[in-house]
């Protein structure tokens, strides 16, 4: 079985500063996906950015990129230039390729983003 | 494109009575999740259909159902519901089951009194 860990439940950040939020994860797959997820206040998970476990590079959206590191089982989140729009609850996810596309959810965590 | 539309937004039922909840996912994707979200268990899955089929099931009690139409509309039945039914329930599709990325709902909010 696999488990996702976020254990900061709540961090801030002054708006144009960066933030890094933490992932990790437990599984014996070699084949899997990771994710963070977004939910601000209108519910809706919006995905932020997704890396495969195969590729080294560290995968990167705009002002978000993430620090995996596959042998730690470590899936960071950085946000850089924080905007008042980034205030949301953020998921790490994690599903494992093939048929089964079960996400695993981490616990979340709750970003204010300071004006 | 339109997105994922869940119905309704918030419901309140009375312990004891079910709810069905629906799920219209966007054209074209075939492949429908579902998850229960609340405060203390987080996010989890509840069940995933495909073509009308149920591939992957969650851990939860029988009480806890659900089936796809032949136009990917998807709804969820909860019978006998329990104060700890009250939860956030989320929608997601996408086009294939093998597709990393779900397009997520908005969400049903279920209250049960």
């Known amino acids: 079985a696999q488990t996702v860990t976020q254990s900061q439940p709540e961090m801030s950040v002054q708006e144009a500063e960066t933030v890094t939020l933490s992932c990790t994860y437990d599984?014996?797959?070699?084949?899997?996906?990771l994710f963070w997820y977004k939910q601000p206040p209108s519910r809706q998970m919006i995905l932020v950015i997704r890396q495969e476990a195969y590729k080294q590079q560290n995968a990167t959206e705009n002002r978000f990129s993430v620090n995996f590191q596959k042998a730690a089982k470590s899936f960071s989140l950085k946000i850089s230039d924080s905007q008042l729009g980034d205030t949301a609850m953020y998921f790490c996810a994690f599903r494992v390729t093939g048929a089964n596309s079960k996400l695993t959810f981490g616990k979340g965590i709750t970003l204010s983003v300071r004006p | 494109k339109a997105g994922v539309t869940q119905t309704p937004r918030y419901l309140i039922k009375t312990r004891g009575q079910q709810v069905t909840l629906s799920c219209s996912p966007i054209?074209?994707?075939?492949?429908v999740s579902w998850y229960q979200q609340t405060p203390g268990q987080g996010l989890q899955f509840l069940f995933e259909?495909?073509?009308?089929?149920?591939?992957n099931k969650g851990n939860f009690p029988g009480r806890f159902s659900g089936r796809q139409f032949s136009n990917s509309r998807s709804e969820m039945n909860v019978s006998t519901l329990e104060l700890g039914d009250s939860a956030l329930y989320l929608c997601a599709s996408k086009r294939q089951i093998q597709q990393y990325g779900y397009t997520f709902g908005s969400g049903t909010r279920l209250t049960v009194v």
């Open positions: 259909y495909f073509s009308e089929t149920q591939r």
């Open positions: 054209s074209g994707h075939r492949s």
């Open positions: 599984t014996s797959e070699s084949n899997y996906y």
